[in-house]
Nanobody, 126 residues
Framework: QVQLVESGGGLVQAGGSLRLACAASGLTISTYPMGWFRQAPGKEREFVATINWSGGSTRYADSVKGRFTISRDNAKNTVYLQMNSLKPEDTAVYYC???????????????????WGQGTQVTVSS
């Protein structure tokens, strides 16, 4: 079955960096767009970043633009989220997801994604 496993979360001080990884198994993701979302306690899940199938097109939420970078290594069947200049308001569970629409672009809409990981906790202390 399809599995997405996030890793790289943890506790970091404000201004620090983390690199999240999302490794896929049971599905070759090289032709599919991918996305990262997050959910803070008491809040709805929100879009963070998305990348198209080739990695040539990316899109970010305004709140993370200029600080986060999404990338992918299709040979490793893995997507990454590099997070720099972290702020306490970035604290959330971060989820990766695959949009199983071959050769299409990414989406900021969560219900357009077909498979989700279990999430990884990111906590930013002030």
């Amino acid at each position: 079955q399809v599995q997405l496993v996030e890793s790289g979360g943890g506790l970091v001080q404000a201004g620090g960096s983390l690199r999240l990884a999302c490794a896929a198994s049971g599905l070759t993701i090289s032709t599919y767009p991918m996305g990262w979302f997050r959910q803070a306690p008491g809040k709805e899940r929100e879009f963070v970043a998305t990348i198209n199938w080739s990695g040539g097109s990316t899109r970010y939420a305004d709140s993370v633009k200029g600080r986060f970078t999404i990338s992918r290594d299709n040979a490793k069947n893995t997507v990454y989220l590099q997070m720099n200049s972290l702020k306490p308001e970035d604290t959330a569970v971060y989820y990766c997801a695959v949009r199983k629409r071959a050769y299409l672009g990414g989406s900021s809409v969560s219900n357009e994604y077909d498979y989700w990981g279990q999430g990884t906790q990111v906590t930013v202390s002030s």
